[in-house]
């Protein structure tokens, strides 16, 4: 009788999460679960909420300095999920202390400070990733397997969106004031939708950005939201876009149109890829309530016209984002996993940004 060799058992790793918003208790929940985990510190700097983490997860080490959380810890990753201004100099302190890390979206509040932590991830050997948890959805997963099975024939155009009915996040936060935030409503959501759009189109590059931004709401204090538990900045700042509009080209010689927007006058949450193919078209829509996500795929079977309604899989969420990243930490292949996908990212808002001020299109170098 052959017996198949005993699976190697993952080495055990550290892990420990900065920030304990909403986004770091998603990645907290996430390493809590896993079993090849020990999640052995937590930052943040609210008292309350590193007891409450830490009780319910029985997380020993609790920091409300997280350089010394880094000195004290060993850690083998750390998860940065505080505002997004604060990204790069703690994935810098913590890549240069030999930790690999996954930091929230976006990347950073610009390309230019994202490359300075590509660089830093690569100088230290280390993996430096970005949870775009939305391109973990069941509906994105299922549609990836339609365009990977080639019944749509050769992309050549996609729109995408996130645009919602009130939606504003921490509105006079760090989040509306833009040296901290790096911008608005694309920065903050249509970023998920940008990856989700090239990630479905195969990582084409974007050569040039037509963009435009608006600000209709958030400045007279309407569309806010729930989201964020950070303070209200003094003179509660609305320094950045509700709105942003780009038409981007693609090295293929396709296109991609990008709408984003935190509040806008419509009935509800619009959230949607929709992809244009030689032989099939296909389009997912999230109205913003999980598990309300549709996929429909329009091609030709046997000649006729065809409508097909894909499964949709099960999300995976930040639970499938922290799995990838320790999948990547634990593959050894650093030089894959640098933090360079990501940047490009941020390169695409940075000229997107640029167009909107100059009020013309940017070419992206590569
Ligand atoms: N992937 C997603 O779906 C998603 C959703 C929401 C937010 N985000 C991103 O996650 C990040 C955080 O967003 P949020 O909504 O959770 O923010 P938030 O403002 O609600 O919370 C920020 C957290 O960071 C902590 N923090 C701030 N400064 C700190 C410091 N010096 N040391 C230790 N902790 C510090 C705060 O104490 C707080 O716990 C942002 O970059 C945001 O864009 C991602």
Redesign the pocket.
């Known amino acids: 009788m052959i017996s198949a060799a005993p699976e190697q058992t993952p080495r055990r790793l550290r892990a420990a999460v ?9 990645h907290v929940a996430a390493y809590a679960a896993d079993p090849t985990v020990d999640l052995v510190a937590l ?4 008292e309350h ?1 590193l007891e409450e983490f830490g009780e319910k997860h029985q997380v020993p080490g609790r ?4 350089k010394q959380m880094l000195a004290e810890e060993e850690l083998d990753v750390v998860s940065i ?4 201004f ?2 790069a100099p ?1 994935a810098i302190h913590a890549l240069e202390a030999g930790v690999n890390v996954l ?4 990347m950073a509040e610009s390309g230019e400070v994202a490359a300075r932590m590509v660089e830093v991830a690569r100088r230290t050997g280390r993996v430096l990733d970005v ?4 391109r973990q959805r069941g509906d994105v997963t299922a549609l990836k397997d339609v365009v990977d099975s080639g019944v749509l024939g050769t992309l050549y155009y996609a729109k995408t969106g996130w645009v919602r009915r009130q939606g504003i ?2 509105l006079g ?3 509306t004031k833009a040296e901290k ?1 790096g911008g608005g409503a694309m ?2 959501i249509g970023i ?1 939708m940008l990856d989700m759009a090239l990630h479905l189109l195969g990582e084409p590059g974007v050569t040039a950005a037509s963009a435009m931004t608006h600000a209709e709401f958030g400045p007279k204090g309407r569309g806010g939201s729930g ?4 303070q209200v900045e003094e003179g509660a700042p609305f320094e950045v876009e509700d709105l942003a509009t780009a038409f981007l080209r693609l090295d293929t010689g396709g296109t991609l149109l990008l709408e984003s927007s935190w509040a806008q006058w419509i009935p509800e949450d619009l959230c949607y890829v929709t992809l244009y193919g030689s032989d099939g078209g296909a389009t997912i829509e999230w109205g913003g309530t999980p598990g309300n996500q549709t996929i429909t795929v329009w091609t030709e079977v046997a000649g006729m016209p065809a409508e097909l309604s894909p499964r949709v899989g099960p999300d995976g969420g ?1 639970a499938g ?1 922290v799995a990838q990243f320790l999948q990547k930490v634990r593959s050894g292949d650093v030089a894959a996993h640098d933090g360079s996908l990501p940047l490009r990212r941020a390169q695409v808002i940075d000229a997107c940004y640029a167009s909107a001020k100059a009020g013309e299109e940017v070419t992206i170098a590569h």
């Open positions: 900065i920030g304990l918003g909403w986004a770091g208790q998603q930052s943040a700097m609210e909420l920091y409300q300095d997280w999920a505080t505002p997004t604060l990204h703690m930091t929230e979206k976006p949870s775009f948890n939305h996040p921490g936060t760090w989040f935030s920065m903050d998920h989201f964020g538990i950070s930040h984002a």
